[in-house]
């Protein structure tokens, strides 16, 4: 099942999105408590089979689907319940382009490393991101899978992660390199308004059964820069799932973003940073793909 979040002139609402593209409005099919994405996932959890059952209620009661060009696709998440948990130098391409972009003598990480990021006026598919000049002149993209919680849990099991899982979303980590480098730090640098965006939609876990097999890619301005699969992750979701989890809660609707491959901007050589007017193109194998533009 693949839910998706769009706007009318009512507002915000959930669809549920075929497997030819149109977008089944849910609104006539939910219990009156569930109004968005985060309610959704608080209601259902990971019970596929109640979720399955809403889907066909959805396909019996929609006689004409939307079309995707005739609404407003929203990220998945317009508020989160936390912080995006990130993690660092997933990729070992990506330790070692970020050793060259930033003098660092990273080694291969022994333990994820974590850290938050703000989620302040998020994007979905189309939207605008925030060139922020006044800010940053290095401005930079990081297509990502994100792992969205579904079942709480605290020190979870390994072999038990993903059965944690609701389902996965594509994620574009936007950052500022030069205030990572002046604050000595990432949270800073990837915190600005607008720098996350998500969708553009969430496909369920029951559907992507192994995120460990998926195809991740970015393009910029019609140029391929990032590509990789998931299987080339350090430390995959089970194992970023079990280390988070150990004395630590995770709650439904915690979004973790898996970390990027190599072939960010700051990587290239000569590097390439973001300027106004670009269109960043971010790609997952069984998810679809966000766009986003530089305004």
Known sequence: MRFLNYATENGACLGLQTKDGGILPLHSVLPAEVGTMQDLINHYGTDFDRLADLAARAEKTVDTPLS????????????????????????????????????TDYELP?????????????????????????LTEKLDYEAELGVIIGREGRDIAHDDALGHVFGYTIINDVSARDLQQLHAQWYRGKSLDTFVAMG???????????????????????????????????FNINELIASLSSGM??????IIASGTPSGVGMGLNPPQFLQTGDTIECRVQGIGSLTVRVG
């Open 200 to 234: 553009p939609c969430v496909v369920t876990a029951d559907e992507l059964t192994d995120p460990h097999a998926l195809d991740i890619s970015c393009i910029v301005n019609g140029e391929l820069r990032q590509q990789s699969r998931t299987d080339m992750l350090i």
């Open 110 to 134: 022994k333990a994820p490393i974590y850290f938050s990021k703000r989620v302040s006026a998020p994007k979905g598919h189309n939207g605008v991101i925030e060139r922020h000049a006044s």
């Open 68 to 103: 995707p060009d005739s609404v407003t696709l929203l990220p998945p998440f317009e508020e989160t319940r936390h912080d995006v948990i990130c993690v660092g130098l997933n990729y070992k391409e990506h330790v070692n382009e970020t050793n060259r972009a930033f003098s």
């Open 249 to 254: 809660t995770l709650h439904t609707g915690d």
